[in-house]
């Protein structure tokens, strides 16, 4: 590797810690400072392959950079969620998402197996309960929506 490249995975700040174990969506600076944590980190990953590709590594070498390569990627992928698009997406536009993913009142009285050899699907594995396992900001405002459900088994309550 040449000197310019840092040799191991830069370690973020308190910070991003803190994003990194969050859905809290970055600030436009600190979007900036990841997105360049990104590409260092995209360099060091293409160093790393140039050097597998330019000579064979010896074995203790070649388990090293597996290693180093994973965690290289690791941090990569945890940055790179900091960054997601679902984070800033506004809490109404979440409930709308939710209310158009909710059932028929037939899928739900007689849910129907996707295929004539799998099994009934249960509710909880239906649309809109799936969608709580998005984000924890997801799963906020999809258990606060306010849906009204009638009792009893008559579509009538429905409409």
């Known amino acids: 590797m040449d000197s310019t490249t840092p040799s191991s995975p830069i370690l973020p700040p308190d910070r991003t810690r803190a994003l990194l174990s969050s859905n809290e969506p970055p600030e436009l600076s600190e ?6 944590h990104i590409s260092e980190i995209e360099i060091q990953l ?24 994973a965690a290289l990627v690791r941090s990569r992928k945890e940055h790179q ?8 997406m506004p809490m109404e536009m979440l409930g709308e998402i939710f209310r158009w993913t909710l ?3 037939t899928q739900v009285m007689f849910p129907q197996p996707c295929h004539p050899m799998a099994p009934t699907p249960k509710l ?8 709580t396992h ?13 849906i009204v459900v009638p009792r009893g088994n008559s579509l009538r309550g429905w409409y």
């Open 134 to 146: 998005v984000s924890a900001l997801a799963r906020n405002c999809h258990l606060d929506a306010f």
């Open 81 to 88: 969620t900091i960054l997601s698009p679902l984070r800033r």
């Open 124 to 131: 909880v594995d239906l649309s809109p309960w799936v969608l």
């Open 31 to 36: 979007a900036q400072t990841l997105q360049s």
């Open 46 to 69: 293409a160093s790393l392959r140039k050097e597998a590709a330019e000579s064979p590594p010896s074995p203790e070498r070649r388990a090293q950079v597996k290693t180093k390569r």
């Open 103 to 105: 059932p028929c009142p």
